[in-house]
């Protein structure tokens, strides 16, 4: 069965660091892209950025590129994304997902939910 | 960037209505469309991808249609399960982004 399961939420203060991740199971991990998408509360889902652990090639939506670091260690089968400097603005819902043929994500991660507050 | 425009953004209906809703690439895209279900606190379900194939285990009464630049979602009859957040998400160019979101609302 895949399955694809994020570490948990996070409170931060603006300025802190923070790398939460997602971990793939049965599957061929560096088989498969491996995407974030952000939602925002009470907002729609927002297209992050993508890496194939095979080879960590990575791409970054232009809204995004800068923002975060997407990297992935392919030896314990899981994907990162991190912050260097949280701002408010990054509290969010953040979700890791499979990537199948044609940028379609066919199996989501639970969300991990991170919370930006001084 | 190519955007997608979905409408309505929310709709109320009944159990067994036929519900669809509308999604439009501000360019052509191909088939290369995808639709999701999020349901509350739940992470989004993969419903069809390919604009009109649809992803293994979803009931049938979902279907998509259409090419180049107008997409729809049809639910044939809606159950109660069925109340939730649809969002389409192109496929044809990078970034791959998602619609604003259709809330089907009990009525």
């Known amino acids: 069965e895949v399955q694809l399961v994020q570490s948990g939420a996070e409170v931060k203060k603006p300025g802190e660091s923070l790398k939460i991740s997602c971990k793939g199971s049965g599957y061929s991990f560096t088989s498969y892209w491996i995407g974030w998408v952000r939602q925002m509360p009470g907002k729609g889902l927002e297209w992050m950025g993508i890496?194939?652990?095979?080879?960590?090639?990575?791409r970054y939506s232009p809204s995004f590129q800068g923002q975060v670091t997407i990297s992935a260690d392919k030896s314990i089968s899981t994907a990162y994304l991190q912050w260097s400097s949280l701002k408010a603005s990054d509290t969010a819902m953040y979700y890791c997902?499979?990537?199948?043929?044609?940028?379609?994500?066919?199996?989501w991660g639970q969300g991990t939910l991170v919370t930006v507050s001084s | 960037d190519i955007q997608m425009t979905q409408s309505p953004s929310s709709v109320s209906a009944s159990v067994g209505d036929r519900v669809t809703i509308t999604c439009r690439a501000s360019?052509?895209?191909?088939?290369?469309l995808a639709w999701y279900q999020q349901k509350p606190g739940k992470a989004p379900k993969l419903l069809i991808y390919a604009a009109s194939s649809l992803q293994s285990g979803v009931p049938s009464r979902f279907s998509g249609s259409g090419s180049g630049t107008d997409f729809t979602l049809t639910i044939s009859s809606l159950q109660p399960e069925d109340f939730a957040t649809y969002y389409c998400q192109q496929a044809n160019s990078f970034p791959p982004l998602f619609g604003g979101g259709t809330k089907v609302e009990i009525k």
């Open positions: 890496i194939y652990p095979g080879d960590s090639d990575t």
């Open positions: 360019q052509g895209i191909s088939s290369w």
């Open positions: 997902a499979r990537r199948q043929t044609g940028d379609v994500f066919d199996y």
